[in-house]
């Protein structure tokens, strides 16, 4: 048998609801292979971040060498990484490998409110990680950060997502759950703007939506979709996994990752 193998470059969540764990999930729903070069431990649950552990950039750079000269993944995600010197790692070796594929969540705060990268590693996440990325998967406040103005309407996001995007050459999705009234979402890509419409579930559990969807859309690259059919398998799956309705933690819950594999879930 064959599957097409992924790599996620990403913190791990001890309680398995975002970073890698939510990845990993992802990719095993999604029909292709997960694998993981973790950029930091995160001590962790639907409630905060307590603590975090960095890898060293020497180990982290061990653990994609391992990856890559073995089994090379057909597309890369990058998730959390907190700061300057894991960036410039990890940039050095997706151009060493010429990692195809590569989508960068630029994620900076948790859903918790917890601040998940350093303020003078935003920099480098641009200007290292963003020209070698297909696409970037900001959500509303890190469309803010990037663009630095605040973003109100749909109009304004689209326009933030059309300068970010011909600045670093690749496309972007401006992502609409921290939006109000409804989820939608924007990609931008060689000045063409799709929508991808989603109705705003009202539910407080949505821990590791941003990680949940690029890990899709990687997925669905890996597997031949191109850009805009990868986006759109990958919203509707993280819909599906919203929707499930999973009920755990006492804070943000995390998702159903595996809903739609029928058979294996048994109501507890
Ligand atoms: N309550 C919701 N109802 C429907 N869709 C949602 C909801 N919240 C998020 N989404 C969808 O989930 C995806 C992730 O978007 P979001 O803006 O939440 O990213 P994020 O903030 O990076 O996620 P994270 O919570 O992992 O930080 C998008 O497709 C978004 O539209
Ligand atoms: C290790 C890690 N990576 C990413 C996120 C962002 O996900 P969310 O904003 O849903 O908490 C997180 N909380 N933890």
Redesign the pocket.
């Given at each position: 048998m064959k599957l097409k193998p992924v790599l996620t470059i990403a913190g791990s969540d001890s309680s398995g609801g975002?970073g890698i764990q939510a990845d990993l999930k992802t990719m095993l729903a999604n029909g292709v292979f997960g694998m993981s070069a973790v950029t930091a431990l995160t001590a962790q649950n639907t409630r905060g971040v307590t603590d975090i552990l960095e890898a060293s950039p020497e180990f982290l750079k061990a653990e994609i060498d391992a990856v890559f000269t073995d089994i090379p993944p057909a597309a890369v995600k990058v998730g959390m990484v907190a700061s300057v010197p894991l960036i410039r790692t990890i940039a050095a070796c997706l151009r060493e490998y010429r990692a195809e594929h590569v989508v960068v969540?630029p994620?900076m705060?948790?859903?918790s409110g917890a601040r998940l990268i350093a303020e003078d590693a935003v920099e480098a996440l641009t200007e290292e990680l963003f020209p070698l990325a297909e696409i970037i998967?900001p959500?509303?406040p890190?469309l803010e950060v990037l663009a630095g103005y605040e973003i109100k309407t749909a109009d304004k996001a689209v326009e933030a997502a059309k300068a970010i995007s011909e600045k670093y050459g690749c496309a972007v999705l401006a992502?609409?759950?921290?939006a109000i009234g409804n989820?939608?979402?924007y990609l931008v890509w060689d000045g063409g703007v799709r929508v991808?419409r989603?109705?705003?579930?009202?539910?407080k559990n949505?821990?590791?939506?941003?990680?949940?969807?690029s890990s899709a859309i990687a997925s669905n690259l890996a597997k031949g979709a191109e850009l805009s059919g990868a986006v759109e398998k990958a919203?509707a799956y993280?819909?599906g996994a919203?929707a499930a309705g999973l009920e755990l933690g006492h804070g943000n819950g995390p998702l159903a990752h595996g809903f739609d594999l029928t058979g294996t879930y048994i109501d507890v």
């Open positions: 975002a969540d994620v705060v948790a859903t998967t959500n509303l890190e992502k609409g759950g921290h989820a939608d979402d991808f989603g109705e705003h579930i009202d539910t949505t821990h590791g939506t941003g990680c949940t969807l919203k993280v819909t919203i």
